[in-house]
């Protein structure tokens, strides 16, 4: 199942200058492992030591954010596009 993913700048620079991927899963998490095979240096930025999705990420998928926690469980469908960008913390 493909879909498209949409990086964030900061994240280009690792794709060959890349605006948007496609990639193979039917889940945001097999998304990103199946991105992390065809482009493994996005790897260190999507996934911590653990293997887990970096906390920092968010998603946007469906009109819906989804946070790095819930992305694993996020279905979804062909032709879907989702959009990684980066959490903002402050205060």
């Known amino acids: 199942m493909s ?5 964030p700048p900061v994240l280009r620079t690792v794709c060959g200058g890349a605006r948007v991927l496609d990639a193979e899963g039917s889940s945001i ?3 990103l492992a199946n991105l992390s ?12 030591e653990q293997g887990a999705i970096r906390r ?6 469906d009109g819906q954010m989804i946070r790095a926690k819930e ?3 996020r279905r979804i469908k062909p032709g879907d596009e989702i ?4 959490a903002l913390a402050g205060g």
Do not use: E, M
Not at 3 to 7: A, E, F, G, S, Y
Not at 83 to 86: D, G
């Open 56 to 61: 920092n990420i968010v998603f946007l998928h």
């Open 37 to 48: 095979k065809s482009h493994p240096s996005l790897a260190l930025h999507l996934f911590d």
């Open 71 to 73: 992305a694993s469980a």
């Open 3 to 7: 879909v498209r993913v949409q990086l």
């Open 83 to 86: 959009v990684l960008t980066n």
């Open 29 to 31: 998490g097999a998304v």
